[in-house]
Structure formats: structure tokens, C-alpha cells
């Protein structure tokens, strides 16, 4: 069964850094670009970053540029965010999406795996 | 890059048909070709309907489509059923190295 598990989130006060993983399982973790798309309380989807399958190209949304970096380990098939300077606005369930594969680049891939989420609160 | 444009609520009594409308610009949706549709229900994760327009994954029921006309997507749900209540997101590529979501629309069975 393909799975995603998503982990790591907090509170954290603003300024802060936190590292999000995702544990992924039951599908070849290095032959699909993966995303994080993240979701405000009560706020719909918000896409934030994505990561090729080989790692070597990544994209970010105009938000989190130059504050979050993602990242893959495809010997261990977890997904990283890594965010830095956090802010208020930066709080929201983050989700991992697989890409659904075939297309170049890989933002043109629908996300047909999505986890259960990770809660992440920037609050002082 | 702006939200795509998505009407905040739609409704329909069981067995109906509901469309969704998801309007952007020549950029995004009117551009290309990688329009996606997703549905999530209250606490749970979004999960896939409709890709590149009007393609659907396997086991999503063909009661679902999906269509683009100039710079609006638009999703329709046909034979409408209770478990049809949840929110609705379509999303696109954008150019530019940048995917973009609209607001959301939740659909209500009445």
C-alpha cells in the first residue's frame, strides 16, 4: 500500500526553525518529484514546494522563498522541509503529495498520494 | 501568483448534477493543459479526482468529469450522493515553476 507519513510538526515561536519529515512506503520513492502543500486553519490548499525525483531540481512558492529548503534522502524514502525565520502566517497543517509521475517539469504532475498532515504552530 | 477563483459554496439535492467552476488566467489554467481537481472531507487529507482536465485516476467514478473551456476549469458532479459533501480544490500548473490553488468550494448535498 502506498503511504505517506508525515512528522515533526510544533509550536514554535516566530524567527524559529522546525524540520518536517516524510516517511514514504510501497511505491519506488526515487522515481517521483514529491510536494509540500500546506493548509491554514480554516483556509484552503496552498502549494509550497516541490523536490524532483533524483532531488537535483526543487521549487518553491514566491511565500517561503529563501526561507524553506526541501530536500529528499531516496536511500532512507523520506521527504524534508526544513523552515527557517517562521512566521505567524506560516502556521498550517503541511502536507507531503506525491506526484503522480510523467510529466517535465514535475509542478505539472497532479498530487495522487497525499499524507495525513503535520500540524505546525508559530506562536510566541 | 494570485488563487485561482473557485465560488465559495454550491449545493444539490441527491441524484442532481453540480458544476464547479475554476477560473483563472491565460497563465495558469487557460495556458496548459494541468488542471487537477481534489476533494476533502472535514479533518482528512485531499484526495485526487480529475488530472490534466478531464483524466480521472482509477477508481474514481465516472460520475465525476472534468472540462476546460479559455480560462475556466470546471468540475461536475453527476448523480450527486451524500458522500459527495466536502470541499473541493482545483489547482494548475502555472508557468514559471509555480503551482496555484483556488480558494476552495463546499459542496452541500441537500
Known amino acids: 500500500e502506498v503511504q505517506l507519513l508525515e512528522s515533526g510538526g510544533h509550536l514554535v515561536q516566530p524567527g524559529g526553525s522546525l524540520r518536517l519529515s516524510c516517511a514514504a512506503s510501497?511505491?519506488?520513492?526515487?522515481?517521483?518529484?514529491m510536494s509540500w502543500v500546506r493548509q491554514a486553519p480554516g483556509k484552503g490548499l496552498e502549494w509550497v514546494s516541490a523536490?524532483?525525483?533524483?532531488?537535483?531540481?526543487?521549487y518553491y512558492s514566491d511565500s517561503v522563498k529563501g526561507r524553506f529548503t526541501i530536500s529528499r534522502d531516496n536511500s532512507k524514502n523520506t521527504l524534508y522541509l526544513q523552515m527557517n525565520s517562521l512566521r505567524a502566517e506560516d502556521t498550517a497543517v503541511y502536507y507531503c503529495a506525491k506526484h503522480a509521475g510523467g510529466q517535465w517539469p514535475v509542478l505539472r504532475d497532479a498530487f495522487d498520494i497525499w499524507g495525513q498532515g503535520t500540524m505546525v504552530t508559530v506562536s510566541s | 501568483q494570485s488563487a485561482l477563483t473557485q465560488p465559495p459554496s454550491a449545493s444539490g439535492s441527491p441524484g442532481q448534477s453540480v458544476t464547479i467552476s475554476c477560473t483563472g488566467t491565460?497563465?495558469?489554467?487557460?495556458?496548459?493543459?494541468?488542471v487537477s481537481w481534489y476533494q476533502q472531507h472535514p479533518g482528512k487529507a485531499p484526495k485526487l479526482l480529475i488530472y490534466?482536465?478531464?483524466k480521472r485516476p482509477s477508481g474514481v467514478p465516472d460520475r465525476l468529469s472534468g472540462s476546460k473551456s479559455g480560462n475556466t476549469a470546471s468540475l461536475t458532479v453527476s448523480g450527486l450522493q451524500a458522500e459527495d459533501e466536502a470541499d473541493y480544490y482545483c489547482s494548475s500548473y502555472a508557468g514559471s515553476n509555480l503551482v496555484v490553488f483556488g480558494g476552495g468550494t463546499k459542496l452541500t448535498v441537500l
Open positions: 510501497g511505491f519506488t520513492f526515487s522515481s517521483y518529484g
Open positions: 491565460s497563465s495558469d489554467v487557460g495556458g496548459y493543459n494541468y
Open positions: 490534466e482536465v478531464s
Open positions: 523536490i524532483s525525483g533524483s532531488g537535483g531540481t526543487t
